[in-house]
């Protein structure tokens, strides 16, 4: 009996931990065509001298965040970030109370805020995000996420998350993939929760973002944000982020809408084995069920044209047995 | 003694691989104060309940190219690039001959290139790095470097590497670091041999960037490289790019030259356990030896102030056994 229990040991040291058992891979997942996708392509790409294997440097796996890893309604997160700190910030600003977007803000006056386009999104942006070092940004930022709440559910925001993705983000990690987010928020917005909450460090988060500059203040060196916009990581911004960060091509890619169309496009279209999926809203109940006529999150040519480019969709309502990790 | 060897095998799985023995680390560097310094710096760092202790995913170290990882004179291997590609393309443009700093270039004088200015330096990279998809760039890079022969020493620019680099490279990662390139020169033009010659991943690759576009030419998408400089990862832009790849700072940087002074500042204020190393090129038999008069790598500043910030200097002619691995 001891001997075959050394042996045993000696065994499983040699040659490494038993394979997680299958029936425990993504639970949150119900079984079915979506969740076999998943996991037929990553048995493939590991499988040591099969027809589909892929290296593990080359396994990049990229992630939208809004509405794919987390949720976006009623609002981008970030969004709520902005008007808090608006309101946050007003008593220093009392010409706010006069002056567009600002007045429309502290209004909750949505339709004038929207009615300010691109230039209002970009004052708002200026006023909030830019002008103080990145250290103390980051800190804001942390500060907002710990206390502010989610209208509908009552929580954190941070509690949004999708539950089976953050398995699949996990079981892809598992499984030699380097996970990334790729996504048309703020970087350092996302960078300060991005590793607690999706076990994502830094420099995996790929964003928006405005210039910087490197600037010594009284002996102490520090990045400083500016108001200006560096780059926008959306649409087809996604697969020039991709490249100009990763420097290689993804081979799967995750979204949600038509503003992840390109990054889908450019990973799926690479030689080699490839995987791309949507995360479809239509779970009016447990999230929202939103697609073709949402402002946000609008996915319409995505859901068109997956059929043809072998792009899987997966259902929220049918393909996931949990949405968020404080469900019962 | 069966007994004892089974003991010894299953001690050995379970406390993991002896530490490597510290007769082997690092071995073309000399015994003395600068190879003290680094070892004792990455054993404080990585002694699990010690005072110096810092977590893995903070193991951030950062490395300038040309002049720090490989061999910078007579010029920028890149500058050879261009030098060679301008003569290769020549024939598609009879209007070069007449034309700076083309001309200037075509007729092997430098000085005429040089006066050219930051405007010649911008045609020229133009007119070399741009105007195509960047797979192709990356096609013509290696070809170059496949061919390309460094004048002084008749090999290829990729034998002239540091041995002692890649040493400190592979001992920083045995120890749980991330290794990052943070180099003035073209990020694409530094991905496709970093992999291979140093063991860096193009995701660990900043460099100076030009701008890229996605497009979708004939149902075939492509990034595709604009005539137009992007991002310039060069003095006060080190420490940029390593906030815009990277998110956090770095606790250890080897420069050569005070293009990477801020760098070093940046790296080596930050709280906590912190190194910053100059390869000093001061070996004018095995390499050559330039600082402060230098166009090429010119080091004023950081020999100035590295006593009093703590910095290591350390000299080629002393501090190393090799320089190249060619060297018996």
Redesign the interface.
């Known amino acids: 009996m001891q001997r075959n229990f050394?042996l045993a040991?000696?065994l499983t040291?040699?040659v490494g931990a038993p394979p997680a058992v299958a029936a425990d891979v993504l639970p949150s997942w119900r079984e079915g065509k979506t969740k076999q996708a998943i996991v037929q392509f990553v048995k493939g790409v590991t499988a040591k001298g099969g027809p589909r294997y892929v290296r593990p440097?080359e396994r990049i796996a990229v992630f939208d965040n809004d509405g794919t890893l987390w949720a976006e309604q009623p609002m981008y997160v970030q969004l709520a970030f902005v008007l808090d700190r608006v309101k946050a910030m007003a008593p220093q600003h009392p010409e706010w109370k006069e002056k567009d977007p600002f007045r429309s803000v502290l209004a909750d006056d949505m339709a004038g805020v929207a009615a300010g386009g691109e230039k209002g999104v970009l004052d708002l942006v200026a006023a909030t995000h830019a002008g103080m070092r990145?250290d103390e940004f980051t800190a804001i930022v942390t500060g907002w996420l710990a206390t502010a709440r989610h209208p509908r559910f009552d929580r954190p925001y941070t509690e949004l998350v999708y539950r089976p993705m953050l398995e699949l983000l996990a079981y892809l990690r598992a499984n030699g993939f380097?996970t990334y987010i790729v996504s048309g928020g703020g970087?350092?917005f996302m960078?300060p929760f991005a590793?607690t909450l999706y076990g994502i460090?830094?420099?995996q988060?790929i964003g928006s973002?405005i210039k910087?500059?490197?600037e010594?203040r009284g002996g102490?060196?520090a990045?400083v944000r500016l108001p200006e916009i560096g780059f926008v990581d959306d649409k087809?911004?996604?697969?020039?982020g991709i490249?100009?960060?990763?420097?290689?091509r993804p081979i799967m890619a995750f979204g949600n809408s038509d503003g992840d169309f390109?990054m889908l496009?450019?990973t799926t279209?690479g030689p080699g084995p490839r995987f791309g999926l949507i995360v479809h809203h239509d779970d009016a109940v447990r999230e929202w069920a939103y697609d073709r006529e949402s402002h946000v999150g609008r996915l319409a040519r995505g859901l068109d044209e997956a059929p043809q480019r072998g792009w899987v969709v997966a259902s929220m309502q049918r393909d996931w047995k949990r949405v968020f990790p404080f469900e019962k």
Chains 1, 2 share one sequence.
């Open positions: 050394l040991i000696i040291f040699a440097p990145s380097k970087v350092e960078r590793e460090p830094p420099e988060v973002s910087t500059k490197y010594v102490k060196p990045i087809a911004g996604k697969p020039v490249h100009t960060y990763i420097g290689r390109e496009e450019w279209s």
